[in-house]
């Protein structure tokens, strides 16, 4: 549990280090912050099938210039009744957006992953590379989905693992100014 709070406590300070190094704000800047919608959305809509407790809840977010920058997303999740931390998700990399229309937008990026649980029977370590089609709203918030592929290594069993995530995630995101 201690080795669980270092983890999480190193990949805090690496992100909010991390997310200095650009601060020159010449051209178009864009700052966003996204969760993960399926929780909400399944609870909102009647008889849905959306895909609930897969995925380590994360809060994502991006700083974009002229459509490029990174991606930082920070993570955990707590349980209140045994008052144990179930598992930690970091993850940092290269981010892209790309305006295909006045309201859709296709992402895409690089990031290094460490998605870590409790008991260690769930988790990952390694590489990802990511593609997907966000849809503005409006001028604020707007909605996306994306396919992944991920090749690390599993902390459980110490193994290689090479996979390829479907878009079945839905992010919300927030502009802010």
């Known amino acids: 549990m201690r080795q669980m709070l270092r983890i999480m406590g190193l990949c805090l300070v690496l992100s909010f ?11 178009r ?13 399944g609870q909102v809509v009647p008889f849905s099938s959306f895909q609930q407790g897969d995925a380590f809840p994360a809060v994502m977010v991006r700083r974009l210039w002229n459509g490029r920058g990174y991606r930082t997303g920070v993570g955990f999740d707590f ?16 981010a892209r ?5 006045e309201k859709f937008g296709y992402t895409s990026g690089l990031e290094f992953k460490l ?6 029977d769930n988790g990952f370590i390694g590489l990802s590379k990511y593609w997907g089609v966000e849809y503005r709203l409006n001028k604020v918030i707007s909605v996306s989905t994306e396919a992944a592929m991920q090749l690390g290594l599993l902390p459980d069993v110490g193994a ?5 995530t479907p878009p079945i995630r839905i992010q919300c995101h927030f502009r802010l100014k």
């Open 17 to 27: 280090g991390l997310c200095s190094f650009g601060q020159n704000d010449s051209g």
């Open 79 to 94: 349980d209140s009744e045994n008052e144990v931390l179930k598992n930690i998700y970091f993850s940092f990399g290269y």
């Open 97 to 101: 957006l790309r305006g295909l229309s």
């Open 115 to 120: 998605a870590i649980s409790e008991d260690f």
């Open 160 to 164: 290689f693992n090479f996979a390829i």
């Open 29 to 41: 800047v864009q700052k966003l912050v996204g969760f993960d919608a399926n929780t909400l959305l």
